[in-house]
Antibody, heavy 116, light 112 residues
Framework: EVQLVETGGGLVRPGSSLKLSCATS????????MNWVRQAPGKGLEWVAL??????????NYAESVKGRFTISRDDSKSRVYLQMNTLRDQDTATYYC???????WGQGVMVTVSS | DVVMTQTPVSLSLAIGQPASISCKSS???????????LNWILQRPGQSPKRLIY???KLYSEVPDRFSGSGSETEFTLKISRVEAEDLGVYYC?????????FGGGTKLELK
C-alpha cells in the first residue's frame, strides 16, 4: 500500500524557517519524481516544487512564488522528500501536501501557519 | 505559465443527473513524448485530494466508470454520467506537461 506522511508543520513568525518532511512507503521511491503542493485556507491548490529522480540528476523546479526561498530535496535511502522553507511570509500559510508525480497519491497534508 | 481555466465554478445537481466540467489551458498540453499530461482530481470536504483521471482519459483502477475524461490540446472535459452522493467535493484539473505545474481554480459539486 502506497503511503505518504507529511510532518514538520507548525506556527512560525514571518521571516523564519521550517523544514517539512514526507515519509513514503509502498513503492520504489528512488525512481519516482515527487511534488509539494499547497492549499491556503479556503483556496485552491498551488503547485510548489518538484524533484526528479537520480536518472534526471535530481533536477528541481519551483513555483515563482517560492523560488530562492524554498528548497526541495530527497533522501532515497530513507524514501523521504523534504521542503526547506526559508524567509517565510504570511502568504505561505497553507496546508502542504506531498504527492507522487503525476499526482496519483497524496499525503494527508501538514499545516504551516506564518503569523506574528 | 500555463493558465488552467475551469468552468463552471460550481454545480448543484440531484443524484442521478449527469455532470460536465470544462478545463481549458492557455497552451497545448501535448508533450514532446506525444502524451498529454492533463489530470483530474477530487477533493472531498476535509480530505486531501484523490486521483481520478490521468493523461486526459485514463481512469485509475478504483474510479467508477461513470466518470470519463476527454479532450485534446487545450480543451478538456470531465463527465459524470450519473452523480452519486460520494461525488460531492471540489474537482480540479491540472497539467503536468509544462513547468510550473498549474491547477484549475476548481469546480465545486454540490448535491441539490
Amino acid at each position: 500500500e502506497v503511503q505518504l506522511v507529511e510532518t514538520g508543520g507548525g506556527l512560525v513568525r514571518p521571516g523564519s524557517s521550517l523544514k517539512l518532511s514526507c515519509a513514503t512507503s509502498g513503492f520504489t521511491f528512488s525512481n519516482t519524481w515527487m511534488n509539494w503542493v499547497r492549499q491556503a485556507p479556503g483556496k485552491g491548490l498551488e503547485w510548489v516544487a518538484l524533484i526528479k529522480d537520480k536518472y534526471s540528476n535530481y533536477e528541481a523546479n519551483y513555483a515563482e512564488s517560492v523560488k530562492g526561498r524554498f528548497t526541495i530535496s530527497r533522501d532515497d535511502s530513507k524514501s523521504r522528500v523534504y521542503l526547506q522553507m526559508n524567509t517565510l511570509r504570511d502568504q505561505d500559510t497553507a496546508t502542504y501536501y506531498c504527492t507522487r508525480s503525476p499526482g496519483d497519491y497524496w499525503g494527508q497534508g501538514v499545516m504551516v501557519t506564518v503569523s506574528s | 505559465d500555463v493558465v488552467m481555466t475551469q468552468t463552471p465554478v460550481s454545480l448543484s445537481l440531484a443524484i442521478g443527473q449527469p455532470a460536465s466540467i470544462s478545463c481549458k489551458s492557455s497552451q497545448s498540453l501535448l508533450g514532446t513524448s506525444g502524451k498529454t499530461f492533463l489530470n483530474w482530481i477530487l477533493q472531498r470536504p476535509g480530505q486531501s485530494p484523490k486521483r481520478l483521471i490521468y493523461q486526459v482519459s485514463k481512469l485509475y483502477s478504483e474510479v467508477p466508470d461513470r466518470f470519463s475524461g476527454s479532450g485534446s490540446e487545450t480543451e478538456f472535459t470531465l463527465k459524470i454520467s450519473r452523480v452519486e452522493a460520494e461525488d460531492l467535493g471540489v474537482y480540479y484539473c491540472w497539467q503536468g506537461t509544462h513547468f510550473p505545474r498549474t491547477f484549475g481554480g476548481g469546480t465545486k459539486l454540490e448535491l441539490k
